[in-house]
């Protein structure tokens, strides 16, 4: 009867959106118990590890690279990192400009 009580409980806060390690601590179980309580309750499982944010929007990243803006420069404008800029560039078919700066070409 306890052991029911707390796979209810543990369900309970699982559907609620309760983060698995706070249930786990509560509860006395291990993370992976709460997801496999929650499987077999049929409740749908939420996906692991750090929620992403919205999708880049690509065109206009490229662009704004094409238009001879840096690639940092880029990624600070669209709060992307330099490697999203350079990975969306190169799937659009583009290709990265050297690496330059004011102390290159001095002689």
């Known amino acids: 009867m306890k ?3 707390a796979r209810d409980a ?6 609620a959106g309760e983060k698995i390690e706070v249930i ?3 509860h006395g179980v291990h993370p992976r118990s709460v997801h496999a309580m929650a499987r077999d309750a049929g409740i749908a499982l939420r996906a692991r590890g750090r ?3 919205p999708a880049p929007d690509a065109p206009a990243i490229v662009a704004a690279y094409l238009d ?7 990624a600070a ?5 330099p490697d999203t ?4 560039i190169r799937a659009a078919g583009g290709t990265m400009r050297g690496r330059g700066g004011w102390w290159r070409g001095r002689a």
């Open 3 to 5: 052991l029911c009580a």
């Open 10 to 15: 543990v369900v309970a806060a699982y559907a």
């Open 85 to 88: 800029v350079s990975r969306l």
């Open 51 to 53: 929620p992403r944010g």
């Open 77 to 81: 404008r669209f709060r992307v990192s």
């Open 68 to 74: 001879g803006e840096s690639r940092s420069a880029v």
């Open 24 to 26: 786990a601590l509560v």
